[in-house]
């Protein structure tokens, strides 16, 4: 999450950390509004739920969990390169590139 808000931060965006703790403090220094959970893993479904679209960058079980619930949804998901392999989601050779797609079907 810190490289994603990190970034959102250097392009001028608004950050929202889905926290799975129960501490505020748990969250990055980029984030600028925090919801905290106490849901552990369980929070994945918050994140998906809670955009219009979802962006995949690198990832393990988590993410896949998230692309999964995203998909589920109804909601866009792109999955940048290298990123996990999933039949049937969009795919970026770039972050550029996935905000157009994921924003493309908006």
């Known amino acids: 999450m810190a490289a994603a808000s990190r970034g959102a931060k250097a392009a001028g965006g608004t950050t929202i950390g889905i926290l799975p703790s129960e ?24 994140v998906a739920a809670s955009g219009d679209a979802v962006i ?7 993410t896949l969990a998230e692309i999964g619930f995203a ?3 109804g909601r866009r998901v792109v ?3 290298p990123g996990l392999a999933v039949e049937g989601i969009a795919r970026a050779s770039s972050p550029e590139e996935a905000v157009e797609l994921a924003l493309s079907s908006l």
């Open 23 to 46: 501490r505020r403090e748990d969250a990055n220094e980029w984030i600028d509004h925090v919801v905290v959970t106490g849901m552990g893993h369980a929070r994945n479904l918050a």
């Open 56 to 62: 995949a960058v690198g990832g393990s079980w988590g």
């Open 71 to 73: 998909s589920r949804l």
């Open 79 to 81: 999955i940048v390169e």
